[in-house]
Every structure is written in C-alpha cells, then in structure tokens.
C-alpha cells in the first residue's frame, strides 16, 4: 500500500525519525500499564467492579500475547496510513486527526456514549502521533488499554457516562506521565 500511494519506505508510516524505537515503546507501555492499573484498581475497590468477564484462561492468555499487535495493527492503520495519507491532502493537523478519530470510532460498534469517548481517545491517539512523530507511545497507550480492557469488561457490559469519562482521564493522565 505504501508503494503504490506514494513512493516511500514503509517505516516512514511507523516514526519519522527512521524506524520503530523500541525504547520509546516500552517506556510508554510501563507507565500505561501501571496507570491503566491503578484506575483498575481503584474500580475494583470503590465501585464494585469485579473481575467476572468470564473468558476461559487460555483466552486470557491469548489477548495479552495479541492485543499488542492488533493495537499495532490499528495504530498503523489510522495514525500511519490514514492520517498521513489524507495529511497529504489537508494541511491543517487537527482536521486530520478529527477525521481519522471519527473512522476509528465509526468501526468500533459500542453504544453512542462509548463511541463519543473513543472519539476522543482516537484524538488523543492522534495529538499523540503528530506531537511524538510516532506511532510508540500511542500503541503503547491503546495495548495497555485494551488488555486490561478486555480483561475486566464482560462482554454484555454497557459503557456508561462515567466509564467514557474515566477513560478520557486515564489517557489523559497517561499523556502527562
């Protein structure tokens, strides 16, 4: 794909700074963690969340070997190709990134609150890319996420004001570490 749009190499879509940077990853996937961990944490002790999803071990096992890369996957996706591809066409930054959280939200099928706070984690994942000239720190943040995520969260769960809000601070909080 990266070809036959535009002649360049494809690790230009991973950093601009030549290549994916392990350290960079890393770092940002232990402060994510931990801090996606202390708002689980704090779930469990203050507002009765409970680790009650259901998912046989094996599966557990699995989406912390996978997540990672299908977070990659859709960091690569929506911060590498299409919001460079249409940062091509339309030079004012934040409009990319409005459009690109908009299709990122768009294909997660959650209820309307949920897509509003995915809207704004898809900005968030954006800012991020743009500011970092990477794709890193924002798999890093959306791995550590969606682990803990998939791990807690049944799947009959309904995201509610307050889970989108706490979301939108556990990125924010994320940002400024």
């Known amino acids: 794909g990266a070809k036959?749009?535009?002649d360049r190499p494809f690790s230009s879509y991973l950093s601009s700074r030549g290549g994916w940077i392990w350290e960079i990853f890393i770092k940002s996937f232990t402060i994510s963690l931990f801090v996606v961990l202390i708002f689980t944490a704090y779930d469990f002790a203050f507002t009765g969340s409970s680790f009650n999803?259901?998912?046989p071990i094996y599966i557990?096992?699995?989406t912390i070997l996978i997540a990672p890369f299908q977070c990659f996957a859709e960091e690569l996706h929506f911060r590498g190709f299409l919001m460079q591809t249409v940062g091509s066409w339309i030079r004012v930054p934040i409009v990319v990134i409005v459009i690109q959280a908009i299709i990122f939200a768009y294909l997660h099928s959650y209820n309307l609150i949920a897509l509003l706070s995915i809207v704004c984690t898809?900005?968030?994942?954006?800012?991020?890319?743009?500011?970092?000239?990477?794709?890193?720190?924002?798999?890093?943040?959306?791995s550590a996420n969606?682990?803990?995520?998939?791990?807690?969260?049944?799947?009959?769960?309904?995201?509610?004001?307050?889970?989108?809000?706490?979301?939108?601070?556990q990125m924010m909080v994320i940002v400024v570490l």
């Open 4 to 6: 036959i749009v535009r």
């Open 53 to 55: 999803n259901g998912l």
């Open 60 to 62: 557990i096992i699995l």
């Open 122 to 142: 898809g900005i968030i994942f954006g800012l991020i890319a743009w500011y970092s000239k990477g794709l890193e720190i924002s798999t890093a943040m959306h």
């Open 146 to 169: 969606n682990i803990l995520s998939a791990l807690t969260i049944s799947l009959s769960t309904t995201i509610t004001l307050w889970d989108s809000a706490e979301m939108i601070i």
